[in-house]
């Protein structure tokens, strides 16, 4: 699948004196092809995750459009997007992730048993937990695990429905150096395997695993060098 922004941006009120409103994204054109990793790179506050989310269906843009195979996310009622979003899209989100109540293993099948679809079984979800590497953890809660533990659930729970994009906002975050190279070889392999991934990091390394490179600055996209 291919997921297309055209003439994105995002404004936001803050409150304080002086000119309250501001762009945390600038009119953005992004085409995240089938089978490629896209990467974006920039400081905090500069509009990454904000970008993300408009991509993911999840936050409305204030000018532009969004297209899933051409299809525009945000002209479809909430109903419609969210049933699409749980088939072709999975987000990584930054921060912490997991609903407390459910087991690890039962956070990674939660994505299968909305919208009246067939749960996954027990089997491929231990398979996810044992590709990200926690597949030990699987009757924990998790509140139990660690926050490296807890990124590592949330990938395992973006790839349950096998979706055809994939959106991955600093998964590297709280790794270290051995497990931030299984999870960036990890989202390429999607890639290669005809996913259209975007992987927004600070990891300078990322690059090697990247098809194309892009900076965000002052919420304006621009292509950097090829990886
Ligand atoms: N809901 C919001 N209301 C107002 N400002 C926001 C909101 N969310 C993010 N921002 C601001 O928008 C800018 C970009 O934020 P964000 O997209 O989270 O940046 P990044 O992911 O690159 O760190 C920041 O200045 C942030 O403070
Ligand atoms: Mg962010």
Do not use: W
Not at 56 to 69: H, I, K, Q
Not at 117 to 138: F, N, T
């Amino acid at each position: 699948m291919d997921l297309r922004a055209e003439g994105v941006s995002r404004r936001y009120f803050r409150q304080g004196k002086g000119r309250n409103f501001f762009f945390a994204v600038q009119e953005t054109d992004l085409t995240l092809p089938a089978g490629n990793l896209i990467e974006i790179t920039g400081r905090s506050g500069s509009g990454k995750s904000t970008l993300l989310n408009m991509l993911a269906g999840l936050l409305e843009p204030t000018t532009g459009r969004v297209l899933l195979d051409g299809t525009d996310l945000y002209a479809l009622d909430d109903g419609k997007r969210s049933i699409l979003r749980n088939r072709s899209i999975g987000v990584i989100p930054q921060g912490q992730t997991g609903l407390h109540s459910l087991t690890v293993l039962e956070n990674v099948k939660l994505p299968s048993l909305m919208y009246d679809r067939q749960p996954c079984s027990d089997e491929r979800a231990e398979a996810l937990l044992e590709r990200v590497g926690i597949a030990h953890l699987r009757d924990v809660y998790p509140n139990e695990l660690s926050g490296g533990e807890m990124r590592r659930l949330a990938i395992a729970r973006a790839l349950v429905m096998d979706p055809g994009v994939l959106l991955a906002d600093e998964p590297t975050g709280d790794l270290d150096d051995e497990n931030t190279h299984a999870v960036l070889s990890l989202l390429r392999q999607c890639a290669d395997g005809g996913k259209a991934v975007l992987l927004v990091t600070h990891e300078r390394e990322a690059a090697q695993y990247a098809h194309a490179v892009y900076t965000m600055s002052g919420g304006i996209l621009t292509a950097a060098d090829q990886g």
